[in-house]
């Protein structure tokens, strides 16, 4: 590894944390990278197909040392971040798609999708228990690496005859919970399957990432004694105003209602709910793969149905 490949990680995973949304876009070989980079795209990713195509192959048929070589003359070719279709990891096993991430690192990726299609036509998608522990592997090699390598875990439904929108979303939450940083939902029929998928993932997240922030600083604390976490805290003036806007008035007990030394206090909520979802955009002319929502609390971001997280 080199200093690059770890400022080009870095630069790759930054693009999923900030405001907003990005395009990364698919160079085919190296020429095709120069000029997308000329064109001012700020990362490459490469398409399984298109790979084959160069190669004469079709589609699926290509060896995972052809496809590494081939991703690594992209990489070569630009300063770029390049995240590579690593289609089903080049193997069933769980350790083989970790062995996958291992070998993509050293070709100087910084991501790579791992997807859940098994590339047999009768069982065309992996149990969903199995397709978790390949994510797992694959997430574990991942974090062993000295750079923050962004995996992408991809649910294959719509591509693979089987339109299920419940069971993609259960795919999706399994590979979020075996550690991927990124979740794709190809081929999502329109605009409404997109919302629901990101209003589900994004619950999801939102807990996690709460839950996160407690148990962070809550170990701070008790392990050394220190109180850092507070630096990073929303101030109490702006928590203040958040409650004024959202929270239900306090509710009162009617006059006459209260025992005398009653040290009850009112409670006018138990519990809240936002759902205002934060930094949705659609951009004039957008089509439903580009819908991005992001939640900033996270460093969670959204694209066709997928979500990365920051480590």
């Not at 875990?153 to 399994?174: M, Y």
């Not at 004024?244 to 009162?252: L, V, W």
Request: proline letters at 5%; charged letters at 25%; one cysteine or more.
């Amino acid at each position: 590894m080199t200093s690059s490949q770890f400022e080009k990680a870095d630069r790759f995973r930054g693009l999923h944390q900030e405001p907003g949304f990005f395009v990364i876009t698919n160079a085919w070989d190296a020429g095709s990278a120069r000029i997308l980079a000329g064109l001012g795209f700020q990362a490459l990713a490469t398409s399984s197909g298109a790979s084959a195509g160069v190669l004469g192959r079709r589609d699926g048929m290509v060896t995972r040392q052809e496809a590494l070589d081939h991703a690594g003359s992209i990489v070569a070719a630009t300063d770029l971040p390049v995240s590579a279709d690593l289609e089903k990891g080049f193997d069933d096993a769980p350790e083989g798609a970790a062995e996958t991430i291992r070998l993509a690192a050293i070709v100087g990726l910084v991501g790579g999708s791992i997807e859940d299609f098994t590339g047999n036509a009768e069982k065309p998608l992996f149990d969903l228990n199995h397709a978790k522990e390949r994510v797992a592997a694959a997430a574990e090699a991942a974090s062993k690496l000295p750079f923050p390598f962004t995996l992408t875990a991809r649910a294959e439904n719509f591509l693979r005859g089987n339109p299920d929108l419940d069971d993609t979303i259960r795919r999706l939450q399994a590979f979020e919970a075996a550690g991927a940083d990124v979740l794709m939902a190809p081929a999502l029929p329109d605009l409404t399957a997109v919302k629901t998928v990101c209003a589900a993932l994004l619950a999801t997240s939102l807990y996690r990432a709460a839950m996160s922030g407690l148990v962070n600083a809550a170990r701070e604390v008790k392990d050394q004694g220190t109180f850092g976490y507070v630096e990073t805290t929303m101030a109490t003036p702006e928590l203040k105003q958040l409650h004024e806007r959202h929270f239900t008035p306090r509710m009162r007990r009617p006059p006459g209602t209260r025992k005398s030394g009653d040290r009850t206090r009112d409670r006018g909520f138990e519990s809240i709910s936002l759902h205002r979802r934060v930094g949705c955009k659609l951009g004039p002319g957008s089509t439903p793969g580009e819908l991005c929502c992001r939640t900033t609390g996270s460093g969670a971001t959204f694209a066709m149905g997928r979500v990365a997280r920051a480590r």
